[in-house]
T-cell receptor, first 116, second 112 residues
Framework: NAGVTQTPKFQVLKTGQSMTLQCAQD?????MYWYRQDPGMGLRLIYY???????DKGEVPNGYNVSRLNKREFSLRLESAAPSQTSVYFC???????????????FGPGTRLTVT | TQLLEQSPQFLSIQEGENLTVYCNSS?????LQWYRQEPGEGPVLLVT?????EVKKLKRLTFQFGDARKDSSLHITAAQTGDTGLYLC????????????FGQGTRLTINP
């Protein structure tokens, strides 16, 4: 039982290059999330998928796209990387929450991305 | 946009001392979670508080949810070096529980 896995762990891109961050969970969770973490700014939600087949924008979606490939996998794509996208990216999953209560989110180990 | 402000942002104390970390907002949240994050890893949930005024204890850690459900605190008694880490509070909006709003975090260092 690996929980939430992310690949790659580290990546360096040049401005304008594209890449896809992969995330998979083996806990049979319905909801999945992508966050970015920058110093002094906590975690900011990029996109989320409340259930298979749905995706919604979070707080900072510009410059990103996502795909909920199936119940297990949720990928994040940077079409044309910019230095402002240098960050640590975390994927998380949780049970589908009922109204007014949110279940625990389980996080992956993160991808450290540098855009030069 | 609902915001959560944590204070202090950085705290460095000696082993054995007590400390309190605060998480404040002008918005009401249906519940609030506290996570701890160690270097190179993702955050891990410590506790969820749901009811206004609720107090939960986890060994030497005491979590409180404000009566109005706009704020929360984390108190650590007799801090140990193993408590070192980044502490994040995260709130669930009143409407739409699918996502969390995170505070900016408190980086805690416990010195031996």
């Amino acid at each position: 039982n690996a929980g939430v896995t992310q690949t790659p762990k580290f990546q360096v891109l040049k401005t304008g290059q594209s890449m896809t961050l992969q995330c998979a969970q083996d806990m049979n969770h319905n909801s999945m999330y992508w966050y970015r973490q920058d110093p002094g700014m906590g975690l900011r939600l990029i996109y989320y998928s409340a259930s298979e087949g749905t995706t919604d924008k979070g707080e900072v979606p510009n410059g990103y796209n996502v795909s909920r490939l199936n119940k297990r996998e949720f990928s994040l794509r940077l079409e044309s990387a910019a230095p402002s996208q240098t960050s640590v990216y975390f994927c998380a999953s949780s049970e589908l929450p009922s109204t007014g209560f949110s279940y625990e989110q389980y996080f992956g180990p993160g991808t450290r991305l540098t855009v030069t | 946009t609902q915001l959560l402000e944590q204070s202090p942002q950085f705290l460095s104390i000696q082993e054995g001392e007590n400390l309190t970390v605060y998480c404040n907002s002008s918005s009401v949240f249906s519940s609030l979670q506290w996570y701890r994050q160690e270097p190179g890893e993702g955050p891990v949930l410590l506790v969820t508080v749901v009811t206004g005024g609720e107090v939960k204890k986890l060994k030497r850690l005491t979590f409180q949810f404000g009566d109005a459900r706009k704020d929360s605190s984390l108190h650590i008694t007799a801090a140990q070096t193993g408590d070192t880490g980044l502490y994040l509070c995260a709130g669930v909006a009143l409407q739409g529980a699918q996502k969390l709003v995170f505070g900016q975090g408190t980086r805690l260092t416990i010195n031996p």
